[in-house]
T-cell receptor, first 114, second 116 residues
Framework: GENVEQHPSTLSVQEGDSAVIKCTYS??????FPWYKQELGKGPQLIID?????GEKKDQRIAVTLNKTAKHFSLHITETQPEDSAVYFC?????????????FGTGTKLQVIP | DSGVTQTPKHLITATGQRVTLRCSPR?????VYWYQQSLDQGLQFLIQ???????AKGNILERFSAQQFPDLHSELNLSSLELGDSALYFC???????????????FGEGSRLTVL
């Protein structure tokens, strides 16, 4: 089955700096890579996703890159703000509809220091 | 608000007991997923149901079982509870219709189970 590794497990940045979280996956059949943000006491929420037919996607201060050859993808947050503090999970799925099980990474706890 | 409702929010019970966690998916979502999140752990996939049928199984213990009812709500049953079963249990739902296949999972706020 799919195995998703995520690094780092914790990340502290100064407000305004950039944050980068990296993930690798093992199953070459995976073609959908979502990122979820989990705030304290809440369930994870999708913030951005990328499909295997593109290499990069941006949404305001958030961007995700995908390297299918190397089987890794990354989340980039620019101009970080205190409200970006949360746990971030990457995930991989062999089907964009989540039809089969979505495999999550172990999470990165991001702390943005004001 | 994701539209996914989980009850109860908190549950404290003793070892050896049995509990039932309930999930109501977003209106129109046919798929329900169950995940376990232990302390400092990621999201471990347990099981998925689609329109009442089991679709995929993950690392779900034999002591655990689930079902999805005709009204699409789902229940996760945990029996012969052990201390190590203490965790946050999340339910998520997704559309999974061919015409609206976004891939997004909508999570509830979870049920925190504490086994003493």
């Amino acid at each position: 089955g799919e195995n998703v590794e995520q690094h780092p497990s914790t990340l502290s940045v100064q407000e305004g700096d950039s944050a980068v979280i990296k993930c690798t996956y093992s199953d070459s059949a995976s073609n959908y890579f979502p990122w979820y943000k989990q705030e304290l006491g809440k369930g994870p929420q999708l913030i951005i996703d990328i499909r295997s037919n593109v290499g990069e996607k941006k949404d305001q201060r958030i961007a995700v890159t995908l390297n299918k050859t190397a089987k890794h993808f990354s989340l980039h947050i620019t101009e970080t703000q205190p409200e970006d503090s949360a746990v971030y999970f990457c995930a991989a799925s062999p089907n964009s509809g989540g039809y089969q099980k979505v495999t999550f990474g172990t999470g990165t706890k991001l702390q943005v220091i004001p | 608000d994701s539209g996914v409702t989980q009850t109860p929010k908190h549950l404290i019970t003793a070892t050896g007991q049995r509990v039932t966690l309930r999930c109501s998916p977003r209106s129109g979502d046919l798929s329900v997923y169950w995940y376990q999140q232990s302390l400092d752990q990621g999201l471990q996939f347990l099981i998925q149901y689609y329109n009442g049928e089991e679709r995929a199984k993950g690392n779900i213990l034999e002591r655990f079982s689930a079902q999805q009812f005709p009204d699409l709500h789902s229940e996760l049953n945990l029996s012969s509870l052990e201390l190590g079963d203490s965790a946050l249990y999340f339910c998520a739902s997704s559309v999974e219709r061919l015409a609206a296949n976004t891939g997004e999972l909508f999570f509830g706020e979870g049920s925190r189970l504490t086994v003493l």
